[in-house]
């Protein structure tokens, strides 16, 4: 499953990085967003950004970004 198709409230790990060059990958690595963090997604806009909190850090990613993070789902969002 990919960051972008996560939805609000919900934790993911993370798993890898598919595509893009090292320069996206070490731009990840200085936000703070590594292989087997667990994040929480925050807010996912419909044609916006979509943002993400790892441990205290909230941080935004456009959706092509979002497309290159691989993740696997830990816990889904409440509804209702």
């Known amino acids: 499953m990919r960051l972008s198709e996560a939805h609000k409230g919900d934790l993911v790990k ?26 929480e997604v925050k807010n996912k806009a419909f044609l916006g950004p979509i943002e993400i909190k790892n441990d205290d850090l909230d941080i935004a990613l456009c959706r092509g970004q979002a497309e290159k993070i691989i993740v696997k789902p830990i816990k889904a969002r409440k509804v209702g």
């Open 14 to 39: 993370i798993k890898g990085f598919e595509g893009g060059c090292d320069n996206f990958k070490c731009r990840l690595d200085a936000l703070g967003i590594r292989i087997g963090d667990i994040v």
